[in-house]
């Protein structure tokens, strides 16, 4: 799946970023992502990559992300893990596992699609009793973390909940 060949999801262009020898662009579908800027996206996906050591030296990383309804959130966790229920973060890697990302040698990485149902992120934000800029964080952490080839281990929360704090400095 690759959101950005996707005309219906109105692709939000701009320039990326750079820090640490590698450079983010964010891909944004719509204005904001659960009213989140671009720039706070960057800074979720820059952080996790920064913490993640997967990727290295000078390379534009780009990574898509997008936020849909509970319908279309739940239909892609249908088709895609089998699960007929909404979902908070799906992730769609580009690469199979962290070594391949390390072995690739082209200047421009596209390491994948996180898609975000920002009715879920609420919700939960409200929940856990913490700010919807929080919760978005930590579930797009999530998400930008299996695009690097995390599977659930801890140190992925890890770097999840590191991420969190640095923000709400």
């Known amino acids: 799946m690759t959101l950005t060949q996707d005309s219906k999801l109105g692709v939000r262009d701009a ?17 904001t992502v659960c009213g989140s800027s671009r720039v706070f ?11 993640s050591g997967v990727i290295r030296g000078d390379k534009m990383i780009v990574v898509s992300v997008a936020s849909v309804s509970l319908e279309e959130v739940q ?8 699960k007929n229920v909404p979902t908070d973060v799906l992730s769609f890697p580009e690469y199979p596992d962290k070594a391949s ?5 082209k200047g ?6 996180v898609v975000l149902s920002c009715d879920i992120v609420k919700k939960q934000a409200r929940e856990d009793g913490v700010s919807v800029s929080r ?15 995390y599977d659930h281990e801890p ?3 890890s770097i999840q909940d590191e991420i969190c704090d640095i923000l709400e400095r």
């Not at 320039?15 to 204005?31: I, K, L, W």
């Not at 990302?101 to 040698?105: D, H, V, W």
Request: hydrophobic share 45%; net charge negative; aromatic share 6%.
């Open 75 to 82: 239909a892609l966790n249908k088709a895609y893990r089998g």
């Open 108 to 113: 421009e990485i596209s390491i994948g699609d």
């Open 41 to 51: 996206l960057e800074r979720v996906v820059r952080e996790s990559i920064e913490r």
């Open 135 to 149: 919760e978005l964080a930590y579930l797009l952490s999530h998400g930008v973390l299996h695009l690097l080839g």
């Open 155 to 157: 140190e992925m929360f």
């Open 101 to 105: 990302i390390l072995a690739e040698e």
């Open 15 to 31: 320039t990326p970023t750079s820090r640490g020898g590698f450079v983010v662009h964010v891909v944004a579908h719509g204005e």
